[in-house]
């Protein structure tokens, strides 16, 4: 397709708009996010009792993909609910958008109010647009690449923007972790030894850092949010997928933020769709010489001496 002739504002703006009503639809929805309403159906890509997903989930998602392919019907779509039905879609260079309908679906059946849809855009395999939109706290955050990231649409993010603070180790962060729906021995192990390095003193425990405190929000999406705001200082995951990260991945790199590849490697386009994902947010460059950027590779490299690593 004539993929020059591609007008990235406007999609942005659909994309606002089209996260906006999806926002309604949730909120619609939430009358209904009960414990009984949540099914773990289809077995092959639902794995357990805590994967759950709701009629909300495959609602909103149907409405997102209707109204892509009404307004851009050749550009692709990669989407939670359509890979758990069994569409599989390889990232390529095309205009993709890659959405997850409901990101924090436990919170939702839970009745807790971290939920959002999160809608990214790739072009030439980029994410160059994203959208994240929590309806019950009214809370947007966007970017469209090379125009910065906003929060509901006026304020510039990081919200200390434009003198986000230093970070002067790992033992200073807020950092954002998950649990994820994989309860399997090895990734809870595995999990469970890092947590307790980051949390615990190193007189304690070989290795601990005693950071500032670990979060669980429950949704990946929320948590790329809070980095590009500057309210987490960094989020680690393992066990996500591109429609988790597509559109925090944007929002946190024009919020100055640095997104990695596994374990702390440079980011590459492809490492979208795999399943470990590492952020740091924007941190000043300190009189002393040492730029923001250097000062995020050195907690990403802090952070992985800690970090226990898996395939
Ligand atoms: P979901 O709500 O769309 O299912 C909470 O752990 C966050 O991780 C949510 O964003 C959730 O998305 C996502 N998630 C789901 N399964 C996961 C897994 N196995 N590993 C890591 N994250 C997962
Ligand atoms: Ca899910
Ligand atoms: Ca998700
Ligand atoms: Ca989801």
Redesign the pocket.
């Known amino acids: 397709m004539a993929t020059d002739s591609i007008d990235l504002q406007e999609i942005y703006q659909f994309a606002i708009q089209l996260a906006k009503d999806a926002g309604r639809l949730i909120l619609e929805g939430s009358s209904k996010r009960t414990q009984s309403a949540a099914t773990t159906q289809d077995p092959d890509t639902k794995?357990n009792r805590v994967?759950?997903?709701t009629e909300t989930?495959q609602a909103v998602e149907a409405f997102i993909k209707r109204s892509i392919a009404d307004k851009y019907p050749s550009f692709k779509f990669i989407g939670?609910e359509s890979f758990a039905g069994g569409e599989r879609v390889d990232l390529t260079d095309e205009p993709t958008f890659i959405v997850?309908?409901?990101?924090?679906?436990?919170?939702?059946v839970h009745a807790i109010d971290f939920?959002c849809c999160s809608i990214g855009f790739t072009f030439k395999q980029e994410p160059v647009i994203g959208v994240i939109y929590n309806p019950f706290l009214d809370k947007l955050y966007s970017a469209l690449q090379g125009h910065g990231a906003y929060l509901n649409q006026t304020t510039r993010l990081p919200l200390t923007h434009p003198n986000p603070p230093p970070l002067p180790s790992l033992g200073d962060a807020v950092i954002g972790v998950?649990?994820?729906?994989?309860r399997s021995k090895a990734?809870i192990e595995k999990k469970g030894r890092t947590y307790m390095k980051l949390a615990a003193d190193g007189k304690d425990v070989e290795g601990g850092v005693m950071a500032h405190s670990l979060r669980?929000i429950?949704?990946?999406?929320?948590?790329y949010s809070m980095v590009a705001a500057g309210q987490l200082d960094l989020y680690w995951?393992?066990?996500?997928?591109s429609?988790?990260v597509c559109a925090g991945t944007i929002i946190a790199h024009e919020a100055g933020g640095k997104v990695y590849g596994k374990g702390g490697k440079p980011w590459h386009p492809q490492d979208l769709m795999g399943?470990h994902f590492f952020v740091v947010r924007a941190i000043a460059d300190t009189p002393g010489g040492e730029t923001g950027e250097q000062a995020q590779d050195r907690i990403a490299k802090e952070f992985f001496q800690v970090a226990e690593e898996w395939d």
């Open positions: 794995k994967d759950l997903v989930d939670e997850d309908p409901i990101d924090g679906t436990t919170n939702f939920v998950e649990w994820g729906s994989d990734v669980s429950g949704s990946a999406a929320l948590n995951e393992i066990g996500c997928w429609w988790d399943h």
